[in-house]
């Protein structure tokens, strides 16, 4: 399809201990999709997203996007796909003891030369950029506050921030709301759906909770033991369709097998 951002084409992804991490795995996602990826512990979930940005190289199959392959990619092209994608991790990954500022800034890091980004050289163009980028996930007033003393849902929108200064295409968050509580959670799957709707940024996000899913999705895409099991735009899905998802017979004995 040409007019998918992400193809993934059969793809399978053997870890060097032998362990599947995906299997046979056929996906393709529009530009501006919002997309929910469901599944157990060890399913699959976080390699998929990492394969997506070449954090993991994949063992076969091919991964489009923009329809060109990344598999080969090396140097500025990798480079420029990593701008191209945002992360965001359970953990945040901020440099707690820096200003927010800072982290959000850091996120411009793929748009400078070496030397400029270990001076911390930042423009006052991408310093007006990280205000604006702030005040996305409302939180501008926060700029000279250290990290390490904003709540786990603050950090987890700094986070987004610092993403958003890439102009990412795509953002792929990896249980992004694992670590907050009911409120929070609510706050950052609200920025993530917000920045898909008003900026087009296609939004790939591994969820555990199915209701949440179900709430902010576009199309849920399951996966149990690194195989794609189920993939239906959200106006299909059926209240038990989740079973095959979640039941509780071993995953993981198929996996090694
Ligand atoms: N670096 C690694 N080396 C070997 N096996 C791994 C590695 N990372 C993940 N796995 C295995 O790959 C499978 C899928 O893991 P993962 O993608 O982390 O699942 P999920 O994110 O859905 O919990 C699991 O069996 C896991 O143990
Ligand atoms: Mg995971």
Sequence with gaps: MTTSIISIQDVSKIYANGTIGL??????????????????????????????????????????????????????????????????????????????????????????????????????????????????????????????????????RVAIARALMQNPQIILADEPIASLDPLTTTAVMNDLKRLNQELGITVLVNLHSVPIAQKFADRIVGLRAGKLVYDKPIEQVQADDFQQIYESTPASSEVRA
Excluded: P
């Design 23 to 156: 299997s046979h795995i056929n996906l393709d996602i529009a530009a501006g999709e919002f997309v929910v990826i469901v599944g157990l512990s060890g399913a699959g979930k976080s390699t998929l997203l990492r394969t997506i940005n070449r954090m993991h190289s994949i063992s076969s199959g091919d991964i489009l996007i923009n329809g060109q392959s990344i598999r080969h990619y090396q140097g500025q092209k990798l480079r420029v796909l990593r701008r191209n994608i945002g992360m965001i991790f359970q953990n945040f990954n901020l440099v707690e003891h820096s200003t927010v500022q800072r982290n959000v800034l850091s996120g411009r890091i793929g748009y400078y030369s070496t030397w400029r980004s270990i001076l911390n050289f930042f423009s006052k163009a991408d310093k007006q950029k990280a205000v604006q980028a702030l005040q996305r996930v409302n939180l501008a007033e926060k700029l000279y506050t250290r990290a390490d003393q904003l709540s786990g849902g603050q950090q987890q």
